[in-house]
């Protein structure tokens, strides 16, 4: 099965930019999505297809994908962005197609 | 606007099933896209359970597949999640989502719900 590997943690000064990396064997051929999740709340989609952003996320939320690593960059990082973040993919290549998550990375705004 | 709330008990005991329901408003699933159940132990992250299709196709975990039923019900325009024969290890967060059909990412997600498996 496929898997996505993220850092467990990210830390960063306000104001500073943030980069959460998801790694997946030739993930740059797959579209990776990224979520949002803040205590006890639900997931919050912040980048699609790569680096769409739906209505209403900041354009400070940015995303990439090249070769085995997409980026989730966060410019000009406030302490409302403390979260934790999910990439997620579709894996269709394998018998069993399905939604694969990454391991999620805790962003802490010092 | 697009909402989802699931609903079901929030306790289950071992060897049994769990059942829940994820009521949509704001969007009728018989026009389109996928409706998916993920689920969060607590402490942990995020894993997909499986996704039905408006017109019944369906996606599971296969790690789960032995165990997990998705059905639809366009008439009362909600979806349901079955997972037989639980233990201490599904306890969880259960979370319904829209699914975009093509892409599957989860745009529209329920605000969860916690199951317990206990005796």
């Known amino acids: 099965s496929y898997v996505l590997t993220q850092p467990p943690s990210v830390s960063v000064a306000p104001g500073k930019t943030a980069r959460i990396t998801c790694g997946g064997n030739?993930?740059?051929?797959?579209?990776v999505h990224w979520y949002q999740q803040k205590p006890g709340q639900a997931p919050v989609l912040v980048i699609y297809?790569?680096?769409d952003r739906p209505s209403g996320i900041p354009e400070r939320f940015s995303g990439s994908n090249s070769g085995n690593t997409a980026t989730l960059t966060i410019s000009r990082v406030e302490a409302g962005d403390e979260a934790d973040y999910y990439c997620?993919?579709?894996?269709?290549?394998?018998?069993?197609?399905?939604?694969?998550f990454g391991g999620g990375t805790k962003l802490t705004v010092l | 606007q697009v909402q989802l709330q699931e609903s079901g008990p929030g306790l289950v005991k071992p060897s049994e099933t769990l059942s829940l329901t994820c009521a949509v408003s704001?969007?009728?699933?018989?026009?389109?896209?996928?409706w998916g159940w993920i689920r969060q132990p607590p402490g942990k992250g995020l894993e997909w359970i499986g996704s039905?299709?408006?017109?019944?196709?369906?996606y599971y975990n296969p790690s789960l597949k032995s165990r997990v039923t998705i059905s639809v019900d366009t008439s009362k325009n909600q979806f349901s999640l079955k997972l037989s024969s639980v233990t201490a290890a599904d306890t969880a967060v259960y979370y319904c989502?829209?699914?975009?059909?093509?892409?599957?990412?989860?745009?529209?997600w329920g605000q969860g719900t916690l199951v317990t498996v206990s005796s």
């Open positions: 039905i299709y408006h017109s019944g196709s369906t």
């Open positions: 704001g969007y009728s699933i018989s026009s389109g896209y996928y």
């Open positions: 997620q993919v579709w894996d269709s290549s394998s018998d069993h197609p399905g939604m694969v």
């Open positions: 030739n993930i740059g051929s797959k579209s």
């Open positions: 989502a829209r699914v975009h059909s093509g892409s599957y990412e989860g745009d529209y």
């Open positions: 297809y790569d680096s």
